[in-house]
């Protein structure tokens, strides 16, 4: 039962650039989040995707925006790229009707460095 | 706003106990949750708590005071693998399934 899986797993772009992660969330999950993990802080929720509409949405500018696909998979695009958005960007798998413990599976992440 | 403050740093040594403490401040509190991080991994959920009280899982356990706005995680027997960071993370009703986490305790082992 393969988990949550992200592409790429590393990234170097320079300001001004775009950038598209992509997530697949664990076998059986139907909703998607998105969080930003910068050096020795904790994730910093994005946003949520759930039946392909983003459903919440952290503090983040319109620079970050996402995409649900019909099989569940997600993308995250962040555009204009700025030097702080240097960070770890995480994906994490849940199902909405499981229970209500919260439980995230998260995927290794992608690092983006912006140059 | 929201705050979670946890402490940046905590060393122990193998076979010790050690208590990681998680002081929030929220407004719709609805649940408190533990999740470990190797360096270079994905976090892996350890504990949840939605009412006073220990919720103990092996050599794990996590209490909650919400009047106190107060967490711990407990670990027992600890072992050299434990070393990692340990993030505290809090949802709140207005945010729905979100977490909103605190900076995370990097916890070091040593023999």
């Known amino acids: 039962d393969a988990g949550v899986t992200q592409s790429p797993t590393h990234l170097i772009k320079t300001r001004g650039q775009q950038v598209t992660l992509r997530c697949s969330p664990k076998?059986?999950?139907?909703?998607v989040s998105w969080y930003q993990q910068a050096l020795g802080q904790g994730p910093q929720f994005i946003f949520q995707?759930?039946?392909?509409?983003?459903?919440q949405r952290g503090n983040f500018p319109d620079r970050f925006s996402g995409h649900q696909f019909p099989n569940y998979s997600s993308e995250l695009n962040v555009n204009a790229l700025l030097l702080g958005d240097s960070a770890l960007y995480l994906c994490a798998s849940s199902h909405k009707d499981r229970g209500n413990t919260g439980e995230l599976f998260f995927g290794e992440g992608s690092r983006l460095t912006v140059l | 706003g929201q705050n979670i403050d946890q402490p940046t740093e905590m060393t122990a040594t193998e076979g010790a106990i050690v208590q990681i403490n998680c002081t929030y401040q929220?407004?719709?509190?609805?649940?408190l949750f533990w999740y470990q991080q190797h360096a270079g991994e994905a976090p892996t959920f350890l504990s949840y708590n939605v009412l006073d009280g220990l919720e103990e899982k092996g050599r794990f356990s996590s209490f909650l005071s919400r009047s106190k706005g107060y967490s711990y995680l407990l670990l027992k027997e600890l072992q050299m693998k434990d070393s990692a960071s340990y993030l505290c993370?809090?949802?709140?009703?207005?945010?729905?399934?979100?977490?909103?986490f605190g900076k995370g305790t990097t916890l070091s082992v040593s023999s």
């Open positions: 929220t407004s719709g509190f609805n649940g």
């Open positions: 995707y759930y039946e392909e509409e983003e459903r």
């Open positions: 993370a809090v949802r709140v009703w207005q945010a729905g399934t979100a977490l909103i």
């Open positions: 076998s059986g999950h139907d909703t």
